[in-house]
């Protein structure tokens, strides 16, 4: 798919758009990337600034790859930061080496050196994503990762002309990290993103934007298939084409059945394909971005722009607007998510876990902490089941793999302290949250059951919870608190979505299920930078198996020391 936009860096260089497409082998094989992490300068809405780059382009390198291939992506750090880059959505079977979480499954790479993640990729194909993971460095560090169906399978839906990727992030006028420490030293939020992007470009609802507009030129009458991706560090985002339909075909690389909406609903850590027919009156149409957020709490409400643009028409044509539900439209968030099914056939079967080994129910907190070191001498917090996790100083994965005592303890709590009315009043009460390292154990194969309650402590919130090295199926959500014997009688066993990123309703829950049949350290946390970095996180271990294909692989040789 061509980019019409004079200034778009397809037109410039339309090789690099298609390349992975003419280039990809027909059998599974061995693709290798260089990621060279650079600084460069980049300006968006009249400000220059350096940012953190790979290979200088902001968002990065897209990875092409089909099922069943190897990537090697060598990641050389030339810059003043540490860095570490996780394959968001990648299973890494006992591969944990490979997953990136700074301090989780491997110690950052220093400047001036090197790591070379390997992975194979199994089960999976369609649209994931990379960013770099440490701190708030995946505001600039990000890029898509199409992974194609094996040589000879189609898509399970109608062959799409062409294809494009949307990477929907945020921007800030300011050094990101040098916002991030002025938000803790004032013990308070970081200040909010300046702008939205797709694709890194705000759009010409921004000033100095002629050259920040990303467009795909589309043909009359036939059918896109756009790989949208949410990017942004903390706001959840609907998306929207003027005078289009979206055929939403698959989320977070699983198949969905097929169904048609005026917009998306797209949390941080997610991906959503759709189908896009090109069924106007030739024109220029918006695509848009703009955040979901139905609590009180104020955001960057800022609509980030894009250009879908037919055949012949020319740039001098002003854009049609697009409609987009309302900041806080809870009720087309809620029947959105709603609709969401797998698609549950012979050949891509839900294989729902019926049975459950290991119940788990964990509140999600925020809190005001002491803070002498702060100017308000107040810092806001965040927890799970009262506790706020502490990174340590060395990899988890490590520490298990050779059975370092003293980082980390197994004995994350299955549930709260103390029950409570989770999503009445407002809560401000200091409920004895703890710091730890605290992970939980689970038995290889074992299936899991975990429900994410919201809370009302200081306020209710929506919240995108990642679950790394995995997929689940959100067999259940709902408004309020949990209820496990209604709630449970209504769950959906036979074809709930599954995703590797769920959101958990505003002061409501969401249930997940999977078979823990990856053994390895797995990172759990909000994607919400924000939270995450308040300590909105923890981590399971997940035992070996007894097969000698069921424990962890062995560290490579370039793993990064600490
Ligand atoms: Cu995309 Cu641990 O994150």
Request: hydrophobic share 40%; proline share 8%.
């Amino acid at each position: 798919m061509a980019k019409t936009n004079n200034f778009s860096f397809c037109s410039l260089l339309p090789f690099l758009c298609f390349v992975g497409f003419l280039f990809i082998p027909a059998k599974a094989a061995v693709k290798s990337y260089q990621f060279d992490i650079q600084v460069k300068n980049v300006s968006r809405l009249c400000h220059s600034k350096p940012i953190v780059t790979v290979n200088g382009l902001f968002p990065g390198p897209t990875i092409y790859a089909r099922e069943g291939d190897t990537l090697l992506v060598n990641v050389t750090n030339h810059a003043q930061y540490n860095m570490s880059i996780h394959w968001h959505g990648l299973k890494q079977y006992r591969n944990g080496w490979a997953d990136g979480p700074a301090y989780i499954t491997q110690c950052p790479i220093k400047t001036g050196s090197s790591y070379t993640y390997n992975m194979t990729i199994t089960g999976q194909r369609g649209t994931l994503w990379w960013h770099a993971h440490i701190f708030w460095l995946r505001a600039t560090v990000y890029g898509a990762i199409v992974i194609l169906p094996k040589q000879g399978t189609g898509f399970p839906f109608p062959q799409p002309y062409r294809e494009a990727n949307l990477i929907l992030g945020e921007w800030w006028n300011n050094d990101v990290e040098e916002v991030v420490k002025q938000g803790n030293r004032l013990g308070l939020p970081p200040n909010m993103s300046d702008a939205h992007t797709i694709n890194g470009k705000p759009g010409p609802l921004f000033p100095c934007s002629e050259k920040h507009t990303f467009a795909v030129e589309v043909e009359q009458g036939k059918t896109y298939l756009l790989r949208i991706i949410n990017a942004a560090l903390n706001d959840e985002l609907f998306f929207a084409i003027a005078g289009h339909n979206l055929t939403v075909v698959e989320v977070d690389a699983v198949y969905t059945k097929p169904f048609t909406s005026q917009a998306i609903l797209i949390a941080p850590g997610q991906t959503t394909n759709v189908l896009v027919q090109a069924n106007q009156v030739p024109s220029r149409y918006f695509m848009a971005a703009r955040p979901f957020m139905d609590a009180p709490l104020s955001i960057d409400n800022k609509t980030a722009t894009a250009i879908l643009q037919y055949k012949g028409i020319p740039n001098s044509v002003l854009p049609v607007l697009s409609q987009l539900p309302a900041l806080n439209d809870t009720a087309f968030a809620l029947s959105y998510n709603g609709k969401l099914r797998s698609l549950n056939t012979a050949k891509y079967p839900a294989i729902v876990p019926l049975k459950v080994d290991r119940q788990l129910f964990y509140t999600i907190g925020l809190g005001i902490n002491q803070c002498t070191t702060c100017l308000n001498g107040t810092q806001l917090t965040a927890s799970l089941n009262n506790i706020t996790f502490v990174m340590p100083q060395v990899g988890l994965l490590q520490a298990h793999y050779f059975n370092t005592k003293g980082v980390f303890s197994t004995d994350f709590p299955d549930g709260p302290p103390t029950p409570f009315n989770y999503t009445g009043a407002p809560l401000t009460a200091n409920l004895g949250t703890k710091l730890g390292t605290r992970l939980s154990k689970i038995a290889f194969n074992s299936t899991v059951e975990l429900v994410l309650q919201d809370t009302n402590l200081l306020t209710v919130e929506s919240h995108p919870f990642h679950l790394h090295g995995y997929n689940f199926f959100i067999v259940g959500t709902g408004v309020g608190n949990f209820d496990p014997k209604k709630d449970r009688a209504k769950f959906n066993l036979m074809d709930p979505p599954e995703r590797n990123t769920v959101g958990v309703p505003t002061g409501g829950w969401a249930a997940i299920r999977f078979r823990a049949d990856n053994p390895g350290v797995w990172f759990m946390h909000c994607h919400l930078e924000l939270h995450t970095s308040w300590g909105l996180k923890t981590a399971f271990v997940v035992e070996n198996g007894k097969g000698s294909d069921q424990s962890v692989l062995p560290p490579p040789k370039d793993l990064p020391p600490c």
